[in-house]
């Protein structure tokens, strides 16, 4: 019923289809604009080119279905460009939240308006949002369980082709996003091991699992970019037929970056791992790729 109102029934082409196993999208060119739906679950996001299409949009939104109890979370929503709407509940007119920054933030995600780059909303996870969900496991295996924890760590972020397309994003924006993938994952697997029984694990062993982890988040980067969700990740290291733009050394340098500053921050004490993860025995200096 939605797109019937808000969408010039004349369109000359509309492409339906999933941008993942959980996300819908819906593309459609409509004489000289162009406007992209896409939904995850009950979180909508509308793109496009005619500011009265997207008014039209909210307004769509803001009235809800009242007969069966949907409505718009108002503390959620946000425009980049100023707009005011009736609050159903008061009849008063009240101004939408504006994004910050050119920065518009969705599922995570923070889309640049003015370039359409696309970064993590590194805030989401700021404080105790970082760990909220860390779930740790004291049934004996504690190599095996932190190895896995740290996949788990990163694979969410690493199935969001969003941040790791060359196509969106350029390669400074790229390398930005796999850091800052990996400073969150140290963030998880600090609070881990700090609330872990992680005592009879060597300083090797850590940092072993720390560089595997990255090689695991390379590979299925590499995958998803090239082949979407229809094949298997490659056990080899081909880099040169995968698709994506970070070099396996930079990657390699990124992450080690990523748990060396976490875990000095937070005052791990242990200096010999954080001699192992520190930059100036590693390769080169590379601090460039941060810039």
């Known amino acids: 019923f939605l797109l019937g109102d808000v969408f010039e029934k004349g369109s000359s082409h509309l492409i339906k289809g999933n941008a993942s196993t959980h996300c819908d999208a819906l593309f459609i060119q409509s004489h000289s604009d162009l406007h992209l739906l896409v939904r995850i679950v009950d979180?909508?996001?509308?793109?496009?080119?005619?500011?009265?299409?997207s008014t039209k949009f909210l307004k769509k939104l803001n009235k809800g279905i009242p007969k069966l109890g949907v409505k718009i979370n108002r503390d959620k929503s946000r425009v980049n460009y100023p707009i005011e709407l009736e609050n159903p509940?008061?009849?008063?007119?009240?101004k939408v939240k504006a994004c910050e920054n050119f920065c518009f933030p969705w599922c995570g995600l923070l889309i640049d308006t003015k370039t359409c780059e696309i970064r993590l909303d590194h805030e989401r996870f700021s404080g105790?949002?970082?760990?909220d969900t860390v779930i740790i496991h004291r049934t004996g295996n504690e190599g095996w369980n932190l190895k896995k924890k740290m996949k788990d760590f990163v694979r969410p972020r690493c199935c969001q082709k969003l941040l790791f397309s060359g196509?969106?994003?350029?390669?400074?924006?790229?390398?930005?996003?796999?850091?800052?993938?990996?400073?969150?994952?140290?963030?998880?697997?600090?609070?881990?091991?700090?609330?872990?029984?992680?005592?009879?694990?060597?300083?090797?062993?850590i940092y072993d699992a720390a560089c595997d982890t990255i090689q695991f988040a390379y590979l299925l980067i590499?995958?998803?970019?090239?082949?979407?969700?229809?094949?298997?990740i490659s056990s080899s290291l081909n880099y040169s037929s995968m698709s994506f733009q970070l070099v396996w050394k930079d990657a390699l340098w990124l992450g080690r970056h990523a748990f060396h500053s976490v875990f000095q921050r937070m005052g791990?004490?242990?200096?010999?791992?954080?001699?192992?993860?520190s930059e100036?025995?590693?390769?080169?200096?590379?601090?460039?790729?941060?810039a």
């Open 167 to 205: 196509r969106i994003n350029s390669l400074e924006m790229v390398r930005l996003n796999f850091y800052q993938t990996f400073l969150l994952c140290a963030v998880k697997t600090f609070y881990y091991m700090k609330h872990g029984s992680m005592n009879s694990l060597n300083h090797k062993f």
């Open 43 to 53: 979180d909508f996001l509308l793109i496009s080119t005619d500011k009265n299409t």
């Open 128 to 131: 105790l949002h970082a760990t």
């Open 222 to 232: 590499s995958s998803k970019l090239k082949h979407g969700d229809k094949k298997p």
């Open 89 to 94: 509940n008061s009849g008063k007119m009240e």
């Open 280 to 290: 100036s025995k590693r390769v080169a200096n590379q601090k460039y790729l941060l």
């Open 268 to 277: 791990y004490h242990h200096v010999d791992l954080l001699h192992l993860f």
